[in-house]
């Protein structure tokens, strides 16, 4: 049976109702297509350095928190355990090497048993906290004003008895400093 070919108008009503090929289908979220391989990553790679970082004050403690921080996690390319890379705020190093075999059971009870088997510090200021009491106590000291010239002239003729020396001029920053503070 030979079937007749629609009409021009049968084309253009056909096409208006109906596609000729179906939809394409939107691609599946690049999150939802990721999460098998980073589910396989992480279980093969562990949390890495950024886990450590953003729990670290949970893992050591807030004391070793505030003088540390995990700045590498190098593991070998035979396999076996990791070494972490910490770093210390200056003279701390040496507390910290104490620590070090508390720091590794902590860090591995977060981890995994045997992830990290060796601690190496690096000294170093800490990027992560705010500046130490001194440095911000000079801070504070910068930012206040100079004397006005009538409590420079009280301060020096206070002081004008003394002798020219080192104890006079570190009298003289003494009394301004004290002048300066707005609570005195």
């Known amino acids: 049976m030979v079937r007749e070919l629609p009409s021009a108008r049968d084309v253009a009503r056909i096409l208006a109702a109906k596609r000729t090929r179906p939809a394409h289908r939107p691609p599946p979220a690049a999150g939802r297509a990721l999460m098998p391989t980073i589910k396989a990553l992480d279980a093969r790679f562990g949390h890495g350095v950024e886990g450590l970082k953003s729990r670290w004050s949970e893992i050591v403690g807030q004391a070793l928190a505030r003088r540390t921080e995990p700045n590498?996690?190098?593991?070998?390319?035979?396999g076996g355990g990791a070494t972490l890379e910490l770093r210390v705020a200056g003279p701390s190093a040496t507390l910290i090497q104490h620590q070090a075999g508390d720091i590794l059971a902590r860090v591995n009870?977060?981890?995994?048993?045997?992830?990290v088997v060796k601690l190496r510090i690096v000294q170093g200021p800490l990027r992560g906290t705010p500046l130490p009491e001194a440095a911000l106590a000079r801070a504070r000291r910068r930012a206040k004003g100079p004397l006005d010239a009538a409590a420079e002239?009280?301060?020096?003729?206070?002081?004008?008895?003394?002798?020219?020396?080192?104890?006079?001029?570190?009298?003289?920053r003494l009394g301004r400093e004290v002048l300066r503070d707005p609570k005195a």
């Open 72 to 78: 590498k996690l190098a593991t070998p390319r035979g």
């Open 109 to 115: 009870l977060f981890l995994g048993p045997g992830a």
């Open 153 to 172: 002239q009280r301060l020096e003729d206070d002081l004008a008895a003394l002798p020219d020396g080192r104890l006079k001029q570190a009298l003289m």
